[in-house]
């Protein structure tokens, strides 16, 4: 990649799935954009590992920037994916009651959906839920349906933002961790490991790190990250069969709870745990948690006892002490704060993008000129319900056999602006290795194809004869 | 995509198993056999397994992984077996019509039997809930024996090696041969799984090994740093390395079992079969390392060609559609029963044997029970992984009416 040169009108700080929305919207404003990602790819923080689920926001606190968020980034991840091939698996979602506790809350949830304008909500009985859900443990006492709720692929959908962003003149740069900066004259100068990079405007969208970005380059910061982890288990795609909806459970005050939900690549996912803890780099799993979580699934699912496991994996996402986003304005320091965007961030991230451009807006005289004929990139479909490049020829040969992954969509996955920077770019763009034998059959195969182009590859030098 | 393609025998996988039951079909005179391999070459796990022994008993010769499996390709093409390469099962469907996955896009597939043959693979990582970082350099011998024989890369320099079954031992061999120097075996159990002396091997060429010790955590940002082990007296020791090598515990590659309108055996992670290696829908059969694991390639050479003759005679229309069966109860003690039913009437060829294997080590009896009768006995020490045989023609001494049979082993003392 070359060095970034000239002055941007923004630099956007933070490669997940906000900045990327960010950089799309500035982008499609006609801004000059610059996005800076410290990892070697983007994806590679908090939105690296979520629960994929796209929103309705009917239990977001009402009035809040969140739901407003959410709502406006449903709508419009809705208006544009099909033109950018985004999937959508439309399986609603079930706030299911274990016990009388959670029975009673149900209705409470249900004036919350209809206060933000989920409509369309409706308490099941029993008996309805378990027609809808067959396979649900016979112990629910009720559930409340929210049709609105539903499954995305959670790395395709940014990668298209960011896409969309480069091919209206937005610039990438990875590896580029922001480690100081000024502002002088109206202008931020920023130092990267990759150089000194010149903007009007700074967008701090730098999710896990949001707080130390601010007190780097401002001196202080109004908020505090509280890494807050979440374990997730896949199960292997026999599961599929054994859910249609996404199943919710009455929530507390801190965390949505345990999730269990089909994934878009087939599977079936539980988590996420909650945990707080100091560290925001380490994603680790640990078995008691897995196990635990394994066992909440099979409680609610009892056939998915024998299912095997295919994926574990944690996250971390950019909690802080309230659960209100951390949105802020500095016109006169030319700097916009999109801190502490929790679990919610996926669905909101168009919407975050739309209120960003708002507050930049308040800035004055930035006298953009919005495309007017967008480009939209057509992304490689990985949704196991959508057609997938395995059945269309002249693919090579299907390298990664348990998610039918194609020499082709690795290749491709390799090259232009926005390559996979590294194994996990690779995985979160194909899915090669990221099926039941997690590499077993593949991954030798990849570690020749992907031969010089990671920092850190898959394969330490080569084996002599 | 095209009209479907006909064949008499399809089989899914091609390695000993798979060939074996080819060639078996072909010296039947079964006319067209067509086999189905993902990869891009024929031979199956032998193919990525550069040392010997293999072939002893059906070529009488031995041969390392590579050589066996070129000669297994060889012994198909001389007996005019179809083998297309390249070539993905996607779904199995009632009556014998499969989907495929080629380069050059999909097609379907109409044959009379198909004998499912897709081996067996080693658990990862995920599956036995390894706690940590998830960073490269966690693996299975599979892969790194691919990686060395085949692509010739090295995933690692200095590996923790975990497990002491028989393939734990050939990953040893693969590291030596590849200059990569494992920092330690580890082996959950306080001996190794191994039959001795190859468990002494490891130690023989100085790799500390440790019974009773478990991989509690893995380190690394991008690429392992550092594990965790508890060791055998609850002592925890951080232990630096460039990878995790996690050897053996086995399970069949039934993914396609799994999502198709076929049984699937939870003991064996298989498919369910009778005694005829018939699967719950009769156009389906299955044979090697799919039905439990593990075997050696020569073992599965056998079933293949044990299969492969049963097929043959079905299509002569000499296997009798079972009209009734007696499930074989998996009792205590035992983690795994194939084939897990046997169809009346019997007869013979069949597979012959009931394969067991053990839950945990012990010495006590093995018995068959047909209610209270006990129709078969037998004192024995059992380990896990371990082959365990109980005749067939014990479980056919049962009653008229039995629907079930039992086999439990009765521990009499804690091993």
Sequence with gaps: ?465 | MTEPFETDVAIVGGGPAGIAAALALRHHGVARVTILERENEAGGVPRHCGHPPFGLREFGRILSGPAYAARLRLEAAGAGVEIRTSTSVTALHPGGRLDLATPDGTAELDARRVILATGVREMPRSARLIAGDRPVGVLNTGTLQHAIYIERLKPFRRPLIVGTELVSLSAVLTCRKAGIRPVAVVEAASRPTARWPLALFPRLLGIPMHYGAELVDIRGRSRVEAVTLRLADGTTRDVDCDGVLLTGRFVPESALVRLSHLDVDMGSGGPSIDQFGRCSDPAYFAAGNLLRPVETAGWSFREGTRIGGIVADDLDGHLAPARRSIRIARGEGLKLAVPQRIALPSAEPSLGWIQLRAAAAGTGVLSVRDGSTILWEKRLSILPERRILVPLAALLKAGERTDTVEIRFTSDKVD
Excluded at chain 1, 235 to 261: Q, Y
Excluded at chain 1, 379 to 391: F, I, K, S, V
């Design chain 1, 1 to 465: 990649m070359k060095s970034q040169s000239g002055l941007f009108d923004v630099a956007i700080i933070g490669g997940g799935v906000v900045g990327c929305a960010v950089a799309r919207r500035f982008a499609l404003d006609g801004a000059r954009v610059l996005l800076l990602e410290r990892a070697s790819d983007i994806l590679s923080g908090a939105s690296k590992a979520n629960s994929a689920l796209l929103h309705t926001g009917f239990d977001a606190p009402t009035g809040s920037l969140e739901l407003a968020c959410m709502q406006a980034g449903y709508r419009e991840y809705c208006e544009i994916r099909e033109r950018m091939n985004l999937p959508l698996l439309e399986t609603g979602a079930m706030v299911v009651a274990w016990n009388e506790a959670d029975l009673v809350r149900l209705d409470g949830i249900k004036a919350q959906a209809r206060a933000n304008g989920v409509d369309d909500v409706h308490l099941m009985e029993p008996d309805e839920a378990l027609t809808r859900e067959p396979h649900l443990a016979k112990s629910l006492r009720g559930a409340l349906l929210v049709p609105g709720e539903h499954v995305i692929d959670p790395w395709s959908a940014p990668l298209a933002y960011l896409k969309q962003a480069v091919a209206h003149g937005a610039e990438v740069l990875c590896n580029a961790e922001v480690l100081s900066g000024h502002l002088n004259a109206g202008v931020w100068t920023l130092e990267t490991p990759r150089g000194a990079v010149q903007a009007k405007a700074v967008i701090n969208c730098a999710g896990l790190f949001g707080d130390e970005v601010e007190t780097r380059l401002l001196g202080q910061s109004d908020f505090t990250i509280l890494p807050r982890k979440g374990q997730f288990v896949v199960f292997d795609k026999a599961a599929s069969a054994l859910l249609t909806s996404i199943i919710l459970p009455v929530p507390n005050e801190r965390t949505k709870g345990v999730v269990l939900a089909r994934t878009i690549f087939g599977n079936v996912l539980v988590g996420p745990t909650a945990e707080e803890q100091l560290d925001r780099n380490r994603t680790d799993v640990r078995q008691e948690a897995l196990r635990e979580l394994v066992a909440k699934a099979v409680e609610m699912v009892p056939a998915l006892a024998d299912v095997p496991v295919t994926a574990i994996y944690a996250g971390l996402r950019p909690a802080t002490d309230r659960k209100e986003y951390r949105v802020s304005s500095k016109p006169d320091q030319r700097w916009i704060t999109l801190g502490g965007i929790r679990s919610t961030g996926l669905t909101a991230a168009l919407g975050i993008a739309r209120h960003a451009a708002s507050l930049h807006a308040g800035f004055g005289e930035s006298g953009f000129r919005p495309v007017a004929d967008p480009v939209w990139p057509f992304m490689p479909n990985l949704a196991e319900h959508c057609e997938r490049d395995w059945q269309a020829d002249g693919h090579g040969e299907i390298v990664c056999h348990c998610e039918l992954v194609t020499r082709r969509e690795i290749e491709q996955a390799l090259e232009g602006p926005l390559a996979a920077g590294d194994v996990g770019g690779l995985k979160r763009r194909t899915r090669a290795g990221m099926g039941r034998c997690q590499g077993f059959y593949c991954q030798a195969r990849i570690a020749a194809l992907t031969e010089g182009k990671f920092a850190e590859p898959l394969a330490v030098e080569k084996a002599d004869d």
